[in-house]
């Protein structure tokens, strides 16, 4: 993995200064995956597109706010003070909780791709309660919901949301629905996803597994 530029942006409700990290380059070598979207990936880290401001309650979309500065990743990292105030000293922002997602769909005006981005991460919150667990905890009222809202407004043509729909259905326990949504046209990439998928399906499993658990 190769560090790209550090950005200091700036939040837009408090005008508070919170650090963006990116990469020049990565690889997904002892990455692991699960068929609701989630990566562990070593060498190429997940940054969120929304985030927490860490000096005051807001949410943004990261790319959506101002850049100020920006470090290349061969220049000193130490982030210096802006001013003396705590809330213009460049601090990481928070990372996304379900509290911060929530947070973002309460936007009347947001997208049907922000929104999709948002609760497909959401998603993957819930999953992790069960995530590579023999006995699964029974979904909550906000999970179903969740995924409900999920399936009305992913794409029936883009493969990626299709296998998501899939793999909502199958979570679901509903495989039969699984089953009629896993059909059409995929892109070849998701060869591994589909496989893992139909194999799941068959054995009417609704775990929240692992892809590719022996690939370390």
Same mark, same amino acid.
């Given at each position: 993995?190769?560090? #790209?530029?550090?950005?200091? &942006? +700036?939040? @837009?409700?408090?005008?508070?200064?919170?650090? %963006?990290?990116?990469?020049?380059?990565? *690889?997904?070598?002892?990455?692991?995956?699960?068929?609701?979207?989630?990566?562990?990936?070593?060498?190429?880290?997940?940054?969120?597109?929304?985030?927490?401001?860490?000096?005051?309650?807001?949410?943004?979309?990261?790319?959506?706010?101002?850049?100020?500065?920006?470090? #290349?990743?061969?220049?000193? &990292? +130490?982030? @210096?003070?802006?001013?003396?105030?705590?809330? %213009?000293?460049?601090?990481?922002?928070? *990372?996304?909780?379900?509290?911060?997602?929530?947070?973002?769909?309460?936007?009347?005006?947001?997208?049907?791709?922000?929104?999709?981005?948002?609760?497909?991460?959401?998603?993957?919150?819930?999953?992790?309660?069960?995530?590579?667990?023999?006995?699964?905890?029974?979904?909550?009222?906000?999970?179903?919901?969740?995924?409900?809202?999920?399936?009305?407004?992913?794409?029936?043509?883009?493969?990626?949301?299709?296998?998501?729909?899939?793999?909502?259905?199958?979570?679901?326990?509903?495989?039969?629905?699984?089953?009629?949504?896993?059909?059409?046209?995929?892109?070849?990439?998701?060869?591994?996803?589909?496989?893992?998928?139909?194999?799941?399906?068959?054995?009417?499993?609704?775990?929240?597994?692992?892809?590719?658990?022996?690939?370390?």
């Amino acid at each position: 993995m190769l560090p #790209g530029n550090t950005y200091i &942006r +700036e939040c @837009p409700q408090c005008s508070g200064k919170f650090t %963006q990290p990116t990469m020049a380059s990565g *690889n997904t070598f002892g990455a692991k995956f699960w068929p609701d979207g989630k990566m562990d990936a070593p060498m190429m880290p997940d940054y969120p597109a929304y985030a927490g401001c860490p000096h005051c309650k807001g949410t943004f979309w990261v790319d959506d706010t101002k850049v100020v500065n920006s470090l #290349g990743y061969d220049e000193e &990292r +130490e982030i @210096p003070d802006l001013t003396l105030d705590s809330n %213009q000293t460049p601090i990481p922002y928070k *990372n996304p909780t379900k509290k911060i997602y929530l947070q973002g769909l309460n936007d009347l005006n947001i997208t049907k791709e922000n929104e999709i981005y948002l609760r497909s991460k959401l998603m993957q919150i819930y999953n992790d309660v069960n995530r590579d667990q023999k006995v699964q905890h029974s979904p909550i009222d906000p999970q179903i919901e969740n995924w409900n809202r999920l399936l009305e407004i992913l794409d029936s043509k883009e493969t990626q949301e299709k296998l998501l729909k899939v793999e909502i259905y199958r979570e679901m326990g509903n495989f039969e629905e699984a089953k009629k949504a896993f059909t059409g046209e995929f892109d070849e990439e998701y060869m591994d996803t589909m496989d893992m998928l139909d194999k799941l399906i068959e054995a009417r499993d609704s775990r929240v597994m692992c892809i590719n658990p022996h690939d370390d």
